[in-house]
């Protein structure tokens, strides 16, 4: 069964101090990797698509990294308005492709 | 270009009635999809539409229902409410089907007394 598991739940960062969010996922022949943002209130937005290991996507202040078995996001020098839940989702090859999202981490940075 | 528009935005139900939620996807979008989101469960997929044709279902009891019009407007249906349905229902458009790249409305938040 496909299996998207984000960590950690929550974080909270002092305004420029960079960090990493995790995703780890078990599916049967990736098809995608997604990163979404989303606000309070909001439907997610999404981020980002990886394909292949060793892909990497950039956007301001965040880079999105993909291997066999994880996806990273990293946040450089993060603001004030980049707090907000990142959701990380994967597509499977197993036929039915739907897509699965993990639970999402909460970050918090503090001005 | 306006985006995915869902409503009611809330609504308040009792136990046993029935709801229907509606959503305007992006112009030019053909796929629909429906998602349930709450605290615990996180995003949970319910299904998805293109071309008036459901393409997929998550797991989700036969209470759970959608459909698709002509316009690629879609509206989904739970019956028989319960209180486990209280959640946050999602809809995202896309232009085709089969793809992790949505486009998500606000939400419309549905709590069951």
């Known amino acids: 069964e496909d299996q998207v598991t984000q960590s950690p739940e929550a974080l909270r960062l002092q305004e420029g101090e960079s960090s990493s969010l995790n995703c780890s996922y078990t599916?049967?022949?990736?098809?995608?990797l997604f990163w979404y943002r989303q606000d309070p209130g909001k439907g997610p937005e999404f981020l980002f698509t990886l394909y292949s290991a060793g892909e990497e996507k950039e956007k301001e202040r965040l880079k999105a990294t993909l291997t066999k078995k994880e996806s990273f996001l990293h946040i450089t020098a993060p603001k004030p308005e980049d707090s907000a839940t990142y959701l990380c989702a994967v597509q499977g090859g197993g036929g039915d492709d739907k897509i699965i999202f993990g639970k999402g981490t909460r970050l918090h940075i503090l001005p | 270009k306006a985006g995915v528009t869902q409503t009611p935005r809330y609504l308040i139900k009792t136990r046993g009635q029935q709801v229907t939620l509606s959503c305007s996807p992006i112009?030019?979008?053909?796929?629909v999809s429906w998602y349930q989101q709450t605290p615990g469960q996180g995003l949970q997929f319910l299904f998805e539409y293109f071309s008036e044709t459901q393409r997929n279902k998550g797991n989700f009891p036969g209470r759970f229902s959608g459909r698709q019009f002509s316009n690629s407007r879609s509206e989904m249906n739970v019956s028989t409410l319960e209180l486990g349905d209280s959640a946050l229902y999602l809809c995202a458009s896309s232009t085709t089907v089969n793809t992790g790249e949505l486009f998500f409305g606000e939400g419309s938040r549905l709590t069951v007394l």
């Open positions: 599916v049967s022949g990736l098809r995608g």
């Open positions: 112009s030019g979008h053909r796929s």
